[in-house]
């Protein structure tokens, strides 16, 4: 006797569909609630800290929205990534060397270099640096068949050693009392708050969204994607190049989360260092895949999931657990997808030794 997933013959509609996000989430809630009184705390204190933690104050709320950013950009990536069914793990490393190749312009540029000119040569530095590193678990694909769930993981930890050697070597900064950090990057290519503490870093989140979408929707590239990922026997048939499909759309993918680096670090640490990213790109994968790949949603989620990183700052304060956000985090991924599964395929108890 075992279970078998068999698909539904009626196409789940987009009502339901959000029915079952929502009952996902709620059910998320509860057990993530059972966990919290299983570890001796009280569910509802906990949940008050989080959100107030991620959503309960203005300056808790521009701090969310900051955090999004990184989360966001590197969810979008993945997420035209997946247009042409190629799963990119290596958002963080990407990340990493987007921030690494802006802080070298950063920190090469002359001081009176203007802000018109240096703060676009940091984010263009970074574009083209974490295009560039996903370009290169592209060509290992194309070249060798190397999968690219493997060499997009790999070289997250070859990214992570080199920024580490570059902090606590040749760019650590004698003033920083032994932390790893490199020396700040120039003040003109850091980029001001827009309102408030808020950075303008949304308005990038924003268009990158938009350029996501126009992909999707209206561009004949988008459409390459999305034949070559679900035909690629068509694809073929009808001219479309899986190499240069694989090239394309890898190099974008890095070029968002390289865009993600740049950005935090002219926003937020202002020079390069481990603490850049929290795990902004593993993160993302998750965020990609609530938010199903599209542009609109993607962002949202990703404000959500910032909001429960926020807040597991305010749990500690309360002397709870941070971990406690991470778990709620899992279960929201788990619940969800296990509702919107269930919508498109049922189970099935088939009785007798497989075939």
């Known amino acids: 006797m075992r279970l078998r997933l068999e698909p539904r013959l009626e196409t789940v509609k ?79 490393g990407q990340l990493f060397f987007g921030a690494f190749a802006a802080t070298a312009v950063g920190l090469a540029l002359p001081e009176n270099t203007p802000s018109l000119i240096a703060l676009p040569c940091v984010i263009g530095a970074g574009i083209l640096a974490g295009a560039f590193w996903a370009a290169l678990a592209a060509i290992l694909k194309v070249a060798f068949g190397v999968n690219e769930i493997l060499s997009t993981l790999m070289l997250n930890y070859i990214c992570l050693l080199w920024v580490g050697y570059l902090v606590r070597g040749p760019w650590a900064d004698p003033l920083a009392y032994s932390f790893p950090y490199s020396p700040p990057i120039l003040d003109n290519a850091q980029m001001g708050p827009l309102l408030g503490s808020l950075n303008g870093g949304l308005l990038i989140l924003a268009a990158a969204a938009l350029f996501v979408w126009i992909v999707d929707y209206g561009t004949r590239w988008g459409y390459e994607l999305r034949v070559s990922g679900d035909a690629p026997l068509a694809a073929r048939y009808g001219g479309i190049s899986a190499a240069a499909v694989t090239l394309s759309v890898l190099c974008v993918s890095g070029a968002l989360a390289g865009l993600a ?31 199903g790949g599209r542009a609109l949603p993607i962002v949202l989620v990703s404000i959500l999931y910032a909001g429960l ?22 279960l929201l991924l788990i619940m969800v997808l296990a509702g919107v599964t269930l919508g498109r395929y049922r189970i099935r108890l088939v009785r007798g030794a497989p075939a």
Not at 265 to 291: C, D, E, H, K, N
Not at 309 to 330: D, E, K, Y
């Open 14 to 92: 987009p009502l339901e569909v959000m029915a079952r996000v929502a009952i996902g989430a709620m059910l998320a809630l509860v057990l993530g609630g059972l966990v919290i009184a299983l570890s001796g705390h009280d569910p509802l204190t906990s949940y008050a800290a989080l959100i107030r933690g991620g959503f309960g104050s203005r300056a808790a709320f521009e701090g969310t929205l900051n955090k999004a950013v990184p989360i966001g950009l590197c969810a979008l990536g993945i997420a035209i990534a997946a247009r042409a069914r190629l799963v990119n793990i290596g958002a963080e």
């Open 261 to 291: 680096g740049a950005v935090e670090l002219s926003t937020s640490t202002g020079r390069l260092q481990l603490g850049l990213s929290p795990g902004y790109g593993f993160m993302a994968i998750l965020v990609a895949w609530l938010g």
């Open 309 to 330: 990183l926020n807040g597991g700052f305010s749990l500690q304060v309360s002397r709870i657990p941070s971990s406690i956000s991470t778990i709620l985090q899992a």
